[in-house]
Antibody
């Protein structure tokens, strides 16, 4: 069965960086794109960006350009999201989600979420 | 960037039909997808495309679209349908391709 398993919770200080991993199993990793979506406490969902696991092409949300980098390691079927220059309003649960092939921004499987807390 | 607007809260009596709407300019060109999220859980895809349900989603969930409005209809709402519902689509404004989510609708089943 398809699974996306994310790394554990993180606590970071303002200005630091965080890197969250998302290990995929149960499907051909390079046949699908992965998006990252975050959710601040008590708030809605926010799309952060997308990476093709096939060729590494990326597309980031404009508001995060310059602070976010998404990568993949096809040898381990793992996607990564790094966010730099963390601020308190980056505190959120971060999800990876698989995009249905042939669609745009339709996510059929999600990771369990990783809580990132930014606090001094 | 483009916005998708949802009513913050909707309620429905057990067994009745409820429609949750999502408005935005991008919906004139692109379909919305719908996600159900229960407290402490990751979102679950319930409807995508014209009116497609992933495997395992009950057929009481259906989707439709007209003009700039997409709708998720639950016919015969059950207690387990109480959750937050989010629409999403492609942002059609500007030259930069982005995904966008609505603000979410909290569905209460009475």
């Amino acid at each position: 069965q398809v699974q996306l398993v994310q790394s554990g919770a993180e606590v970071k200080k303002p200005g630091a960086s965080v890197k969250v991993s998302c290990k995929a199993s149960g499907y051909t990793f390079t046949s699908y794109g992965i998006s990252w979506v975050r959710q601040a406490p008590g708030q809605g969902l926010e799309w952060m960006g997308w990476i093709s696991a096939y060729n590494g092409n990326t597309n980031y949300a404009q508001k995060l350009q310059g602070r976010v980098t998404m990568t993949t390691d096809t040898s381990t079927s793992t996607a990564y999201m790094e966010l730099r220059s963390l601020r308190s309003d980056d505190t959120a649960v971060y999800y990876c989600a698989r995009e249905i092939t042939g669609t745009e921004y339709v996510f059929d499987y999600w990771g369990q979420g990783t809580l990132v807390t930014v606090s001094s | 960037s483009s916005e998708l607007t949802q009513d913050p809260a909707v309620s429905v009596a057990l067994g009745q039909t409820v429609r949750i709407t999502c408005q935005g300019d991008s919906l004139r060109s692109y379909y919305a997808s719908w996600y159900q999220q229960k407290p402490g859980q990751a979102p679950v895809l319930v409807i995508y495309g014209k009116n497609n349900r992933p495997s395992g989603i009950p057929d009481r969930f259906s989707g439709s679209s007209s003009g700039n409005t997409a709708s998720l209809t639950i016919t015969g709402a059950q207690a387990e349908d109480e959750a937050d519902y989010y629409c999403n689509s492609r942002d059609s404004s500007g030259n930069h391709l982005e995904g966008v989510f609505g603000g979410g609708t909290k569905l209460t089943v009475l």
